[in-house]
């Protein structure tokens, strides 16, 4: 069983900088694939980054891409979200998820573990 923990949320003005992680404990982590979600009250869970095993293929929301990279260190066990520039629609519960198969979803049903979420508000 795999377990996450996000860290590294907070308070920001427009603009500003932070760095998520998430660190894994449990089966191997290199052979999973991760991603960031973000969720807003009353909006569905939506995909912002995924990461594969190795770290050779990122893929991003098209709103993100420019000003957010998603990166993992295989050996800390960790996966990241660095976020700059940015911005209020930014604002959101965060979560880390795994894919035990290691493919790339952007469908939030089709991961296997979740973290429970750190909370990222970008004030104006």
């Known amino acids: 069983q795999v377990q996450l923990v996000e860290s590294g949320g907070g308070l920001v003005q427009a603009g500003g900088s932070l760095r998520l992680s998430c660190a894994a404990s449990?089966?191997?982590?290199?052979?999973?694939?991760m991603a960031w979600f973000r969720q807003s009250p009353g909006k569905e869970r939506r995909f912002v980054g995924f990461v594969n095993w190795i770290g050779s293929n990122t893929y991003l929301l098209d709103s993100v891409k420019g000003r957010f990279t998603i990166s993992r260190d295989n050996a800390k066990n960790t996966v990241y979200l660095q976020m700059n520039s940015l911005k209020p629609e930014d604002t959101a519960v965060y979560y880390c998820?795994?894919?035990?198969?290691?493919?790339?979803?952007?469908?939030?049903?089709?991961?296997?573990?979740w973290g429970q979420g750190t909370q990222v508000t970008v004030s104006s």
């Open positions: 449990g089966p191997p982590f290199s052979r999973l694939g």
């Open positions: 998820a795994a894919s035990d198969s290691g493919a790339y979803y952007r469908d939030w049903r089709a991961y296997d573990y």
